[in-house]
């Protein structure tokens, strides 16, 4: 993908931030440091602009095996899963559209930093290592907000017209859980960096941790398309508030305080996957102090 | 007499120097075997994900424009036949514009009397990604079985001709967006594309629309490496016509990619440092 060709860029970062570091005694500060980390990894990504031009023909072909996909599955039949066809072919648009915003390669960076021993210069640096990643994550996700998954919206709704937002509440809450999405999927890909400093094996921590996501996150195939009994699983794990759910807002399919409800699910897994990502990063640290990285 | 160092000329040589490189390649590997395991068994995963896509799909509805669930896994286990041996082999022709053109490692290659284009494609190869060929064939068996599917005599001979005409477009397509990185000195973004599209081809045809059946077909042939030979292998004969042209249209694009690959090595000048 083209996206990989984009992953590391240490050095600058790392200079800035602790050029605009001063004492952290003060909260101002710290908001400062990670606005800014958001800001440059903003600019940096600027340089790369022609290369997500390429990236949304890219997607368009990927949606486009989708798109034909589902047209053919739904010919003489009304509604699958809950959803008619115009429905379901808005729900791939808008799941790959938004996944452009939120994809991150987080898992990579924190796999390779833990194996090369970089996380040692991390360590003595006086911020948090997690909001940091989070930080640059988010601006390189703000840059793809407005560099490749409106002007990929806007390119496939001139190919063809999709669904638009079913009304305005729908579409403000929609708005505040892809940004819930961006969250969880970065702390998913956090944790999946740190498991695959345990298993000696990073390539298949990436592989099975994408795998996940594209199955039970409900970018491929809405969560209500499959058997029961999977969905009861599905159900305790926070892959669907990633993509499904903020997808069914979109359709009007959950409203109003259902809506708020995944809000609050969101939140809840924001604070599990925050936790858990916690004692991972403590139990990393160790590990690269016994091996004297 | 001069020595001819061409693939025709030497066959046994190069199969020597394939068990070479292999030989080598595993050692590497060995050092990080986790890891060489977990790698091939990932690509499998990644793999399963479209199988359990066809799965839910099919349990929502009996059949897509015609085909039922076991036609379409068959095309689909068909499919990962030529696909694993392009991902063992060809995937990697992609750090041609980049590490060869752009960096000068071809310089490397040039001066070795031995074919560049296999050079190439034997340095970058990844071997163990063929274990993709028996999940295919796994899945030929099983939905072949689901489906009661008679073997008959000439099945297997056909599918070998099959396999070896997919993989031989997939080579061509490869090749030729590799050659391109000798003119544009550096990667243009084409390969994952192309990688995309050619996933078009493990679905029935009868799927898309004109315009793309025609691009599947005759520009980008992508719908020989999986749909027009399933078809034949599981005895359905609407498309035989494109299904007996697979070893024809695999023969003509690697032929023509290679002559644009050969037109690629003479225009090469070195990084001149």
Same mark, same amino acid.
């Given at each position: 993908?083209?996206? %990989?060709?984009?992953? #590391?860029?240490?050095?600058?970062? %790392?200079?800035?931030?602790?050029?605009?570091?001063?004492?952290?005694?003060? @909260?101002? =500060?710290?908001?400062?440091?990670?606005?800014?980390?958001?800001?440059?990894?903003?600019?940096?990504?600027?340089?790369?602009?022609?290369?997500? #031009?390429?990236?949304? +023909?890219?997607?368009?072909?990927?949606?486009?095996?989708?798109?034909?996909?589902?047209? %053919?599955?739904?010919?003489?039949?009304?509604?699958?899963?809950?959803?008619? *066809?115009?429905?379901?072919?808005?729900?791939?648009?808008?799941?790959?559209?938004?996944?452009?915003?939120? +994809?991150? =390669? $987080?898992?990579?960076?924190?796999?390779?930093?833990?194996?090369?021993?970089?996380?040692?210069?991390?360590?003595?640096?006086?911020? =948090?290592?997690?909001?940091? *990643?989070?930080?640059?994550?988010?601006?390189?996700?703000?840059?793809?907000?407005?560099?490749?998954?409106?002007? %990929?919206?806007?390119?496939?709704?001139?190919?063809?017209?999709?669904? @638009?937002?079913?009304?305005?509440? =729908?579409? $403000?809450?929609?708005?505040?859980?892809?940004?819930?999405?961006?969250?969880?999927?970065?702390?998913?890909?956090?944790?999946?960096?740190?498991?695959?400093? +345990?298993?000696?094996?990073?390539?298949?921590?990436?592989?099975? *941790?994408?795998?996940?996501?594209?199955?039970?996150?409900?970018? $491929?195939?809405?969560?209500?398309?499959?058997?029961?009994?999977?969905?009861?699983?599905?159900?305790?794990?926070?892959?669907?508030?990633?993509?499904?759910?903020?997808?069914?807002?979109? #359709?009007? *399919?959950?409203?109003?305080?259902?809506?708020?409800?995944?809000?609050?699910?969101?939140?809840?897994?924001?604070?599990?996957?925050?936790?858990?990502?916690?004692?991972?990063?403590?139990?990393?640290?160790?590990?690269?102090?016994?091996?004297?990285? | 007499?001069?020595?001819?160092?061409?693939?025709?000329?030497?066959?046994?040589?190069?199969?020597?120097?394939?068990?070479?490189?292999?030989?080598?390649?595993?050692?590497?590997?060995?050092?990080?075997?986790?890891?060489?395991?977990?790698?091939?068994?990932?690509?499998?995963?990644?793999?399963?994900?479209?199988?359990?896509?066809?799965?839910?799909?099919?349990?929502?509805?009996?059949?897509?424009?015609?085909?039922?669930?076991?036609?379409?896994? /068959?095309?689909?286990?068909? /499919?990962?036949?030529?696909?694993?041996?392009?991902?063992?082999?060809?995937?990697?022709? /992609?750090? !041609?514009?980049?590490?060869?053109?752009?960096?000068?490692?071809?310089?490397?290659?040039?001066?070795?009397?031995?074919?560049?284009?296999?050079? !190439?494609?034997?340095?970058?190869?990844?071997?163990?990604?063929? !274990?993709?060929?028996?999940?295919?064939?796994?899945?030929?068996?099983?939905?072949?079985?689901?489906?009661?599917?008679?073997?008959?005599?000439?099945?297997?001979?056909?599918?070998?001709?099959?396999?070896?005409?997919?993989?031989?477009?997939?080579?061509?397509?490869?090749?030729?967006?590799?050659?391109? &990185?000798?003119?544009?000195?550096?990667?243009?973004?084409?390969?994952?594309?192309?990688?995309?599209?050619?996933?078009?081809?493990?679905?029935?045809?009868?799927?898309?629309?004109?315009?793309?059946? /025609?691009?599947?077909?005759?520009?980008?042939?992508?719908?020989?490496?999986?749909?027009?030979?399933?078809?034949?292998?599981?005895?359905?004969?609407?498309?035989?016509?494109?299904?007996?042209?697979?070893?024809?249209? &695999?023969?003509?694009?690697?032929?023509?990619?290679?002559?644009?690959?050969?037109?690629?090595?003479?225009?090469?000048?070195?990084?001149?440092?």
């Amino acid at each position: 993908m083209t996206m %990989a060709a984009i992953s #590391l860029l240490p050095g600058g970062m %790392a200079l800035s931030a602790e050029h605009r570091w001063s004492p952290p005694s003060h @909260l101002g =500060n710290r908001i400062m440091l990670y606005i800014e980390l958001i800001r440059m990894e903003f600019v940096n990504n600027l340089a790369y602009r022609s290369s997500y #031009l390429t990236g949304i +023909f890219n997607y368009s072909i990927q949606i486009g095996a989708y798109f034909f996909l589902w047209d %053919a599955i739904y010919s003489g039949r009304r509604i699958l899963g809950g959803l008619n *066809k115009e429905e379901m072919i808005t729900y791939v648009i808008v799941a790959w559209v938004v996944r452009s915003f939120y +994809f991150s =390669n $987080l898992d990579r960076r924190v796999a390779v930093e833990i194996r090369e021993g970089k996380i040692a210069l991390e360590l003595i640096r006086p911020y =948090n290592y997690q909001m940091v *990643k989070f930080a640059r994550a988010f601006g390189e996700a703000l840059f793809r907000m407005l560099f490749f998954a409106l002007p %990929a919206g806007i390119f496939f709704y001139l190919i063809r017209p999709f669904g @638009l937002p079913a009304g305005w509440p =729908n579409g $403000l809450i929609f708005l505040v859980t892809i940004a819930g999405s961006f969250v969880i999927n970065a702390q998913i890909s956090m944790i999946a960096g740190f498991l695959a400093f +345990f298993t000696q094996s990073t390539s298949g921590i990436y592989r099975a *941790k994408r795998v996940v996501m594209d199955l039970f996150s409900g970018l $491929l195939l809405p969560i209500s398309f499959y058997p029961d009994w999977a969905r009861d699983i599905i159900k305790l794990f926070p892959f669907q508030v990633v993509s499904y759910m903020p997808n069914l807002i979109y #359709l009007g *399919k959950i409203t109003g305080a259902a809506a708020l409800k995944v809000v609050i699910l969101q939140l809840f897994w924001v604070a599990v996957l925050g936790v858990i990502g916690f004692f991972f990063w403590r139990f990393a640290v160790k590990h690269v102090v016994i091996q004297g990285g | 007499m001069q020595r001819r160092y061409g693939l025709w000329h030497n066959m046994p040589r190069y199969v020597a120097i394939f068990f070479h490189y292999l030989a080598q390649y595993i050692k590497t590997k060995m050092a990080y075997r986790a890891d060489f395991f977990i790698y091939a068994f990932s690509d499998l995963l990644l793999q399963s994900v479209n199988l359990i896509f066809l799965l839910v799909v099919f349990t929502k509805v009996p059949a897509i424009k015609g085909w039922t669930r076991d036609q379409v896994l /068959f095309i689909y286990g068909f /499919f990962l036949v030529p696909f694993a041996i392009y991902s063992g082999f060809f995937n990697h022709l /992609f750090d !041609v514009p980049e590490k060869y053109v752009l960096q000068g490692e071809m310089d490397r290659v040039l001066v070795r009397p031995l074919n560049a284009w296999y050079q !190439v494609v034997i340095e970058t190869m990844n071997p163990e990604l063929l !274990v993709g060929m028996f999940a295919g064939i796994a899945l030929m068996i099983y939905s072949g079985q689901a489906m009661h599917l008679e073997l008959i005599w000439w099945d297997i001979p056909l599918a070998l001709v099959m396999v070896l005409g997919a993989t031989l477009i997939y080579a061509g397509v490869y090749t030729f967006l590799a050659s391109l &990185g000798f003119w544009t000195e550096g990667n243009i973004g084409l390969m994952p594309m192309v990688y995309n599209l050619s996933n078009y081809g493990r679905y029935p045809m009868t799927v898309y629309r004109g315009p793309i059946r /025609f691009i599947l077909t005759w520009v980008l042939p992508f719908a020989f490496v999986g749909f027009y030979p399933a078809t034949l292998l599981m005895h359905r004969y609407e498309f035989i016509g494109y299904a007996l042209l697979t070893p024809v249209v &695999g023969v003509i694009a690697f032929a023509l990619a290679y002559r644009v690959w050969v037109a690629g090595i003479r225009r090469y000048r070195g990084t001149g440092s």
